[in-house]
């Protein structure tokens, strides 16, 4: 059974950074797309980042440039990379492997 576990939330101010972890396990995890996904109040779940086996990256379009999606095979880790945050940002974070996702990560943008 997968399980995701994600880390690194929290408040920061805008402008700020963070970095958001999520550790994988009880999967074959080298071989599979890996998303990240957020979620405000009101709003539906939609996708942040996600990168590839081979590591190819795609991005939102309100995040790119701003955002890094990265992942550590031997780790079966799965990292984003927030700069240059705005309250638009603020929402709970998700990680996504196949069908399986985590519990989230709330990321709160404000002065």
């Known amino acids: 059974q997968v399980q995701l576990v994600e880390s690194g939330g929290g408040l920061v101010q805008p402008g700020g950074s963070l970095r958001l972890s999520c550790a994988a396990s009880g999967t074959i995890f080298s071989i599979y797309v890996l998303g990240w996904y957020r979620q405000a109040p009101g709003k539906q779940r939609e996708l942040v980042a996600a990168?590839?086996?081979?590591?190819?990256?795609n991005y939102a379009h309100s995040v790119e440039g701003r955002f890094t999606i990265t992942r550590d095979n031997a780790k079966k880790m799965v990292y984003l990379q927030m700069t240059s945050l705005k309250p638009g940002d603020a929402a709970v974070y998700y990680c996504?492997?196949?069908?399986?996702w985590g519990q989230g990560t709330q990321v709160t943008v404000s002065s």
């Open positions: 996504n492997l196949q069908q399986s």
């Open positions: 990168i590839s086996a081979s590591g190819v990256t």
